[in-house]
């Protein structure tokens, strides 16, 4: 069996106004307090397109590797429906502004982040179109960016092995990049259904279902695999596919029929007859006289792009020389990569080491709290200090992170005041550390023998016999230099 | 002269007002307005008064008395469209129309009557009932009516006003107001000023603002202007014109207003003469005085001739297709729940939106919705809706052919025949006398095309007959300037009516032209 999947994304504009009225975007202001005559479909108000509105499409569109069509149309698609006032949607079923496109996106196999595979998706189109009322009237969410879907379930590895997950935390990553939409499915920013037929090869598509209340990436890869599995299910019992919208239940994991929608529904598009074609220019075809704020000029667009999410991850491994999975985490975390730089900016240390003390050790507490990196008690200058002492050995590594322990409660203190307090800097006076080694060496005789009869394995102990001595406070390379030099000369 | 008389302290704006509001008064049986706006207006004149006692009025429409078909939204006072579906509507915002006319000082008297949703020929289908065309009352028309039995007749003889825009063509005719607003989606501004001795003007699609009209057919309506003379028109075009950002479908390019010259010479001119404007139906009288027109031109030494709008018979069934389409479209909106009527209906959302739709419209409006979307379901688009579309650009085309080869202006008349007696219009249904009404006046919507009629003689039986003149895209300043020359040589007669006769005062003395 072959399953065919699509995916259709909803991606609200991050713009001040709306589309194509001038109220303003404001994610959980109090229900209807933004709405414009035009919005309340009062009669007589007309659309105005939105100029910021279309530069997002079209640079949404470049990024995706579209063709953007020059010259795109807008339709009516009608319906009867409480959140859609005028009774249709203005759209853009004809031509869209954006068509023929790519993602590309890496899968990890077997959940392993050291094994990944780039895979592209063919985008059909781009359109642009009115959002129904619904995420006006039904917010009540509160406005702290504490967001468990985001911060949880991605966990430290932030790879998925669904190729749709993948695909769509791809697509969140570039729209977050470009500014052109803030992506996050849990405010409502980013919808997707799912489009799900099976069939065998040789024959024809199957007929296909559409999946919908699909709330975050991991239950998009649920839904899409247990849509595939009852349709195949169903085929092999000798029953049919019907064409209709299911409902994903996360619940359950399950999709089940939504009220019927009326069999076929038809949307009797009609021209939009008060939007103009929307015309863009590149450099070649735009007049002379015409006026810059009245046009959208697709190339100058495209020389502002910012670099993409996958340009990006490729910088980072070759100015930092991280492995390719940590450029990953990196950018999946809000905020991670520019800590990461501030860091390597103000340490010695190498970028190598300083990504595991971000990855596994800062992250990790960041999680653990159900934090952002911009909550973080520890800054990049913070941990770069510490970092430094660490560097300059004058503390050993477990002590450091017992600092970071301690600066995590965001009391204030340097790195350096901690050390001293606690006092886990470790020895400098090479004397001190040799008399140290001195009295375990005369303590532990038996050791000694077998040292010296070559069980080199036996030395660990004696070192961590001197680090007991030392409360951690020596440096394991030179204790064990210190020792060798005394029993093995 | 009216502004002048203004100007000059002859007479006050709160006079003229009261002037007017009283007539409207003495003339309540035609049913021409909906809401008069008395409170309002005074306080309007008011403050004009104020600005002219302290010599600085805002331009020529300081002072004058206007009125706004109620199709037009006007904050705070209430917008019907003559139909249940919005009775009690009060709109929070002014059409931009009305606001600019307002921002010029002109003194708001009130919403006029129309067919319900502009739907109609006649101004006979609303909820506040039809409108009486004001010349049933004349000495004219009285004098030459058969006399049957006795004034019971007269009551039963009276005239449609034709439509939709029937209340201001009426209210202009009959004096109580100097200009009055209407839209012309397919005739409903030229249609009732012909019937009702008036001036109509038709601008091109897209030079004037559509936003707070509420929409018939968004690719066909304008505002549309009328006047009892043309330079009256030209100076309330220039007032309105011009670009709209609340309206994508205005054009871009700066609107200048001009001073309407007084042509003396017309033999630069070439009028033609459509020959498929003689249409079955057209009454004798009118196209003798059609003929006399072109002669008029000719003798004047303008160059005549007659030319060919080969398509001309398929814009009535284009029209029907397009404009049922987005009526259906349009209406869409009107489902009880944020404005305007809602059924007591209940049981669910579906049954509420039916039950409110059912009461909020009548026939008329229900029948287009119904054809709307039977054109525009997915097995007939391609059929209707998309063959309509193509028929309307030939439509255009043959314009724009006949404007190419040299032609400058198109002469044509504006209706089939005089006003007919209510009685006798409404043996027909709405939907047949709109086919028959709007075939000369319907073209120059689906084209686009500014037209405008003007009142050339009376009929036989003493009613008003006007002529059309159609321009060329964007050119109103030649169109104005040849109906204004046109009006001058016809010297159209006065209305005589009582009412008007009882309220007689300078102002209405001569009344070719107001403004200047």
Not at chain 1, 9 to 25: E, M, P, Y
Not at chain 2, 290 to 297: C, I, P
Not at chain 2, 417 to 439: G, L, W
């Amino acid at each position: 069996w072959i399953p065919v999947v699509g995916l259709e994304i909803h991606a609200q504009i991050s713009s001040n106004s709306k589309l194509f009225s001038g109220s303003q975007v404001q994610f959980a202001a109090p229900p209807n307090s933004l709405v414009s005559f035009f919005d309340a479909s009062l009669p007589g108000t007309l659309p105005v397109l939105n100029r910021r509105c279309v530069e997002a499409a079209v640079m949404t569109g470049l990024a995706l590797n579209c063709s953007i069509n020059k010259k795109s149309l807008f339709d009516r698609k009608h319906y009867f429906y409480a959140d859609l006032p005028a009774g249709y949607q203005i759209t853009q079923q004809r031509v869209p502004i954006a068509v023929n496109g790519s993602l590309s996106y890496s899968l990890c196999i077997d959940n392993k982040m050291s094994q990944m595979v780039t895979k592209t998706v063919r985008i059909k189109q781009i359109q642009l179109e009115q959002d129904s009322g619904k995420s006006l009237h039904d917010d009540t969410r509160s406005q702290t960016l504490v967001d468990l879907n985001r911060a949880g379930k991605l966990g430290l590895f932030s790879c998925f092995s669904s190729p749709f997950s993948a695909a769509v935390r791809e697509l969140q990553l570039i729209l977050q990049t470009l500014g052109s939409s803030q992506a996050v499915m849990a405010e409502g920013q980013l919808r997707v259904d799912a489009n799900v037929s099976v069939h065998q090869p040789g024959e024809l598509y199957g007929v296909r279902t559409e999946v919908k209340n699909i709330n975050s990436l991991r239950f998009l890869a649920k839904a899409v695999d247990y849509e595939i599995q009852r349709q195949i299910e169903e085929l092999e019992n000798g029953g049919t596919i019907l064409n209709e919208t299911r409902a994903f239940d996360s619940k359950l994991g399950c999709t089940l029929p939504m009220r019927d929608k009326e069999g076929k529904q038809d949307y009797r598009f009609m021209p939009e007859p008060n939007l103009p074609p929307l015309i863009l220019y590149d450099a070649k075809s735009l007049p002379a006289n015409m006026n810059h704020q009245q046009v959208v000029n697709i190339d100058w667009i495209h020389e502002r792009l910012p670099d993409l999410p996958s340009v990006k991850r490729a910088k980072l491994v070759e100015w930092y020389g991280i492995l390719p999975e940590h450029s990953f985490t990196l950018l999946n975390e809000d905020g991670l990569t520019e800590f990461f730089e501030n860091v390597v900016k103000q340490t010695q240390m190498k970028p190598k080491r300083v990504i595991g003390w971000i990855l596994n050790d800062l992250l990790s507490y960041l999680k653990q709290h159900s934090l952002t990196v911009k909550e973080s008690p520890v800054s990049s200058f913070l941990l770069a200090d510490l970092l430094n002492l660490l560097e300059k050995k004058e503390i050993s590594s477990t002590a450091a992170k017992q600092v970071l322990a301690e600066l995590w409660k965001g009391e204030g203190k340097t790195p350096l005041e901690i050390v001293k307090e606690k006092k886990l800097g470790l020895i400098q006076d090479q004397k001190e550390l040799e008399q140290i080694c001195q009295a375990v060496i005369d303590g532990r005789e038996n050791e000694v023998i077998a040292i010296k009869a070559g069980n080199r394995k036996v030395l660990n102990k004696l070192i961590g016999l001197v680090q007991r001595e030392t409360q951690g406070r020596s440096n394991p390379v030179l204790v064990k230099q210190l020792l060798e030099k005394k029993l093995l000369e | 002269q009216v502004s002048a008389a203004l100007r000059e302290g002859r007479v006050t704006p709160t006079e003229l007002c009261q002037r007017c509001l009283s007539l409207l008064k003495s003339t309540k049986f035609l049913n021409a307005y909906i809401t008069v706006a008395e409170e309002t207006a005074l306080k309007q004149a008011e403050e004009s008064e104020e600005r002219y006692r302290r010599g600085q009025p805002l331009g020529v429409l300081d002072g004058i008395p206007v009125a706004v078909k109620d199709n037009f939204n006007t904050a705070g006072i209430e917008t019907t469209c003559a139909s249940n579906m919005l009775k009690g509507y009060i709109s929070p915002y002014n059409a931009t129309v009305v606001q600019k006319l307002l921002d010029q000082g002109a003194v708001l008297l009130g919403k006029t009557n129309l067919d319900e949703f502009a739907m109609g020929s006649g101004s006979t289908d609303g909820v506040f009932g039809p409108v009486r065309n004001p010349w049933s009352y004349s000495r004219q028309y009285k004098e030459k009516s058969v006399p049957e039995s006795h004034s019971e007749d007269e009551e039963s003889n009276w005239v449609i006003t034709g439509g939709s825009s029937g209340g201001s063509a009426a209210a202009v005719s009959s004096f109580t107001c100097f200009a009055a607003l209407g839209s012309d989606t397919g005739g409903s501004t030229r249609n009732p000023a012909a019937h009702c001795g008036v001036v109509g003007l038709k601008p091109t699609y897209g030079l004037i603002s559509r936003h707070g009209l509420i929409p018939l057919v968004n690719s066909m309506d304008v505002p549309g202007i009328l006047t009892r003379c043309v330079d009256d028109a030209a100076v309330v075009l220039g007032s309105l014109a011009g670009h709209d950002p609340k309206d994508s479908t205005t054009i871009q390019d700066n609107f200048e207003p001009f001073e309407l010259p007084s042509l003396t010479n017309v033999s630069k001119l070439s009028i033609g003469i459509p020959k498929e404007y003689h249409a079955p139906g057209l009454s004798s009288e009118i196209l003798s005085l059609w003929s006399k027109a072109a002669e008029l031109f000719k003798n004047a030494g303008a160059r005549v001739i007659e030319v060919s709008l080969p398509h001309t018979c398929y814009s009535i069934v284009c029209y029907h297709v397009l404009c049922t389409a987005e009526v259906a479209s349009n209406m869409a909106r009107f489902d009880g729940l944020e404005y305007g009527h809602r059924s007591d209906m209940n049981k669910s959302t579906e049954s509420m939106y039916a039950a409110t739709r059912r009461e909020g419209f009548n026939d008329v409006v229900r029948g287009r919705i119904l054809s709307g979307n039977y054109f525009l379901l997915k097995q007939n688009y391609e059929n209707y809706f998309i063959k309509a579309q193509k028929v309307r650009r030939l439509i255009a085309n043959d314009f724009v052919k006949v404007f190419e080869s040299g032609v400058d202006i198109l002469l044509t008349p504006t209706t089939l025949t005089d006003a007919v007696p209510y009685v006798e219009f409404i043996k027909e249904d709405n939907r047949t006398r709109s086919a028959q009404d709007d075939i000369l006046t319907q073209a120059a919507n689906m084209a686009g095309l500014p037209a405008i009629n003007v009142p050339a003689a009376l009929s036989e039986r003493g009613l008003p007959l006007g002529l059309q003149f159609i321009g060329r895209s964007f050119q109103e300043r030649q169109l104005l300037s040849v109906a204004k020359w046109f009006e001058k040589q016809v010297k159209f007669p006065m209305i005589q009516l009582e009412e008007v006769k009882r309220h007689d005062h300078d102002v209405f003395q001569h009344q070719k032209s107001s403004f200047s």
